[in-house]
T-cell receptor
Framework: RKEVEQDPGPFNVPEGATVAFNCTYS??????FFWYRQDCRKEPKLLMS???SGNEDGRFTAQLNRASQYISLLIRDSKLSDSATYLC????????FGDGTTLTVKP | EAGVTQFPSHSVIEKGQTVTLRCDPI?????LYWYRRVMGKEIKFLLH????????ESGMPNNRFLAERTGGTYSTLKVQPAELEDSGVYFC??????????????FGQGTRLTVV
């Protein structure tokens, strides 16, 4: 079993849609949690950190459930520019990446 | 503030040759990580430096890979001799040590290595 597992995707949604990505992790000692975004042939870039209390940044909402070892990312009112691969990252010392979920937002 | 820079951006070498990748982290970042993404797979951890010390090298695939960070500044990752399966994108990331944890990691643009 992989340490970090994400929805396989791909997700193809129309503009304006709401889309949710899920991620589970196996190491209960994990300390920090992040969502990164990676555009085609580019490096991963931090989208947002994920906290147990849940956190929101504009159209993006991230949730962490430590008991279930589950992380989610919700994107509301999708834009064409949201098209990218979204990586769930779990950190304890080193960062461990999920496979990524590819989102394509279509007009 | 300059970001994480990697050199070269692309490298095409023949099987059996040697390649050295370089990473310059963000100034002041003691943590430096190397990751690799091979075709169709997830980004995988290779190793982690704290300053000049190897904190975790559990992801290094075999002894053909040698990473160094002399002086705790830039790092090099040497592959010798290169094999076909070493092809992929090699990312470097750095972060600042902060209290009991670290800040988020910032990534370089990666080195795309092709072994033919």
């Amino acid at each position: 079993r992989k340490e970090v597992e994400q929805d396989p995707g791909p997700f193809n949604v129309p503009e304006g849609a709401t889309v949710a990505f899920n991620c589970t992790y196996s190491n209960s000692a994990s300390q920090s949690f992040f969502w990164y975004r990676q555009d085609c042939r580019k490096e991963p870039k931090l989208l947002m950190s994920v906290y147990s209390s849940g956190n929101e940044d504009g159209r993006f909402t991230a949730q962490l459930n430590r008991a279930s070892q589950y992380i989610s990312l919700l994107i509301r009112d999708s834009k064409l520019s949201d098209s990218a691969t979204y990586l769930c990252v779990v950190k304890r010392g080193k960062s461990t990446f999920g496979d990524g979920t590819t989102l394509t937002v279509k007009p | 503030e300059a970001g994480v820079t990697q050199f070269p951006s692309h490298s095409v070498i023949e099987k059996g040759q040697t390649v050295t990748l370089r990473c310059d982290p963000i100034s002041g970042h003691d943590n430096l990580y190397w990751y690799r993404r091979v075709m169709g797979k997830e980004i995988k951890f290779l190793l982690h430096f704290v300053k000049e010390s190897k904190q975790d090298e559990s992801g290094m695939p075999n002894n053909r890979f040698l990473a160094e960070r002399t002086g705790g500044t830039y790092s090099t990752l040497k592959v010798q001799p290169a094999e076909l399966e070493d092809s992929g994108v090699y990312f470097c990331a750095s972060s600042r040590v902060q209290g009991a944890g670290d800040t988020e990691a910032f990534f370089g643009q990666g080195t795309r290595l092709t072994v033919v």
